[in-house]
């Protein structure tokens, strides 16, 4: 069977008919809708009821008739000379019509792949059966990572899936009225697709069908995916410049600051090499100057840079005169003047938990706030680009983050005042977390890592997506020390990177990029948005031996794509107390 002959087949159980209610019993419907007419159990009706005719006021023409929607029905049984559907509405009488609704069917796309199978074979296979449902006309075919990952976390195997465990309750929960579920798997050391599609939540699928890869679907081509890429023709007379995600997912970038192969250069440039590790970076760009800026700490100082050009310039330094390391840093525009404040947050052994706000508006740098006992954490929650809301999470003595608690933050007079309390996880903790639209334009998503260093996605508390690597790591240790019946007793915990967002490809929506400093080999995971859904892809950077301790980006220029601000670690003690950080940007093609 070939991919053509699936959509077909897909294409086949949603028939444009019409019939009649013959006869009604409680909730069931007998149809004038034989065999022969192509109607499946699981197809959805629309029951209507005609009324007056209507004309033409000039030429008498008879136009049609008043109708009304009186429910509608799903076909259970179909036998030879009629068929059975389900009701659900009131008011149905004999005589009654029913149809196929004009508009078109939902189609939640389920991708499903075992260990083994080539992620680009899988991505082409699925791409493939994506645009073939597409072009019908019929569908609308929308990804079902929510599904597959509700099926991972329910410890329902794929095959379980598609023997129908699980089908009704993905229906209920996800809004799913039809779902096309794939699995992916070897066979004879060939890819195999197993194909199931349920209607209405029926574990009975209407479709069924199994076949190899066919040999013509190759391997999705790195950039596959992006929007600025897509629709462009594989060979022109000149080469366009790429997207900056096409060309992250193009290529190996190596220690060199060059990709492998000289079609898909990422030229590299060293804008800084700092004597001392950085503990925290951030980049941003205020609203008053339009100047890209940079915040780094060493545990001890905060500098702020301007960024001109492949250089960075001073613009000024704090001295933050109290016990306890600097932990994290941001750039915020809190007071909405244009200009940036830098949000920090430090640890003491002996005092705790403090955060401070320093302003630098009256010339010299101040903190306008300084608070214990809470995590501030800066986000852009109206998607400008640029962080102009505070949260706070509580300090725990005990665990450390206040887990799963967090509020709306305001500058109000020396201190803070809560506005709201914000609906998180129960297990978001105050580090390496961001906010994104990656899951579309209109929509606001939490990203952050988790405990087990898996990057999540969240619509609000319901979880998107989540990633399958390991993200995160190479940031700041804290110890605590406890003191447990007649001793004391070290408890560590980790801050983590803060998941850079950024529109890499044009398109409006942001890609994620995130270091993955616990696999070897200096690894970026970029997660970006296909047809299918939500994809994650590693990049391999050729920075082995160095920490990226964080990300940045600043837009490009004239409508350039925006560069990239690595901050790569080289620690040169067992302890990783000392050592020196090179600050690297990537360059336009």
């Not at 509608?72 to 029913?98: C, H, I, N």
């Not at 609704?101 to 992620?119: D, H, M, N, W, Y």
């Not at 600097?326 to 244009?338: C, F, H, N, R, W």
């Not at 690597?469 to 004391?488: D, F, Y």
Request: charged share 20%.
């Amino acid at each position: 069977m070939s991919l053509s002959a699936l959509v077909d087949g897909a294409l086949a159980l949603f028939p444009r008919l019409e019939g009649d209610v013959l006869e009604i019993q409680g909730k069931s419907l007998t149809l004038s809708l034989p065999r022969r007419s192509g109607v499946q159990p699981g197809l959805g009706l629309e029951v209507f009821q005609e009324g007056r005719e209507i004309r033409h006021p000039k030429t008498g023409q008879l136009l049609g008739r008043a109708e009304q929607i009186v429910g509608q029905a799903t076909v259970t049984q179909v036998l030879e000379g009629y068929s059975v559907a389900r009701y659900d509405g009131d008011g149905a009488r004999p005589g009654d019509r029913v149809r196929v609704p004009s508009g078109k069917v939902r189609v939640v796309l389920v991708s499903l792949a075992e260990t083994g199978v080539r992620q680009n074979l899988v991505e082409a296979a699925t791409t493939e059966v994506y645009e073939g449902l597409s072009r019908t006309g019929r569908f609308q075919v929308v990804p079902g990572d929510q599904i597959a990952l509700w099926l991972a976390q329910s410890n329902v195997k794929p095959d379980e899936f598609l023997a129908g465990k699980g089908v009704r309750e993905a229906a209920e929960r996800f809004k799913a009225d039809t779902i096309l579920a794939i699995q992916f798997r070897q066979v004879q050391r060939k890819p195999f697709m197993d194909v199931r599609m349920f209607g209405s939540g029926r574990p009975e699928p209407t479709l069924s069908t199994a076949f190899f890869v066919p040999a013509s679907v190759k391997p999705v081509p790195p950039g596959r995916f992006s929007a600025g890429d897509r629709n462009q023709a594989a060979a022109t007379a000149e080469r366009k410049p790429r997207s900056l995600l096409a060309r992250l997912l193009g290529g190996l970038v190596e220690g060199s600051g060059n990709y492998s192969s000289a079609a898909d250069t990422i030229p590299l440039a060293e804008v800084q090499r700092f004597p001392f590790v950085v503990v925290s970076m951030d980049v941003s760009m205020g609203a008053r100057d339009q100047i890209p800026r940079m915040v780094v700490t060493d545990g001890e100082r905060v500098w702020v840079y301007k960024i001109v050009g492949k250089a960075l310039e001073a613009d000024w330094t704090y001295y933050a005169r109290s016990l306890g390391l600097v932990i994290s840093v941001q750039l915020a525009d809190l007071t909405g003047s244009g200009s940036l404040e830098v949000v920090a947050n430090r640890f003491s052994s002996r005092a705790g938990l403090s955060s401070f706000i320093i302003s630098a508006a009256s010339g010299s740098p101040t903190a306008i706030v300084d608070q214990e006992d809470s995590f501030l954490v800066a986000v852009d929650e109206k998607g400008t680009g640029v962080k102009q809301t505070l949260w706070s999470q509580p300090y725990s003595a005990d665990t450390f983050f206040g887990k799963g608690k967090m509020a709306q933050v305001t500058i109000k007079g020396n201190g803070l005042a809560k506005v709201r309390q914000v609906p998180v996880p129960s297990e978001l903790r105050a580090t390496g977390l961001t906010l994104s639209n990656v899951t579309g334009k209109d929509q606001r998503a939490l990203v952050f890592i988790d405990e087990s260093n898996r990057l999540r996605v969240n619509l609000g508390n319901e979880e998107i997506w989540r990633s399958s690597s390991i993200v995160g790591g190479g940031s700041a240790k804290i110890e605590v020390t406890r003191v447990i019946e007649r001793g004391g007793r070290s408890f560590f915990y980790y801050m983590e990177p803060t998941p850079l967002t950024v529109d890499l490809d044009g398109d409006g929506v942001q890609e994620i990029v995130v270091p993955q400093n616990k696999v070897e080999g200096g690894v970026l995971g970029v997660v970006y948005r296909g047809p299918t859904g939500m994809r994650f892809q590693q990049v391999t950077t050729g920075f082995e031996g160095g920490v990226m301790a964080a990300l940045g980006a600043i837009p490009g220029e004239d409508g350039a794509p925006p560069s990239l601000i690595i901050a790569v670690v080289r620690h040169s003690n067992f302890l990783k107390t000392s050592g020196e950080t090179q600050i690297i940007m990537t360059l336009p093609e």
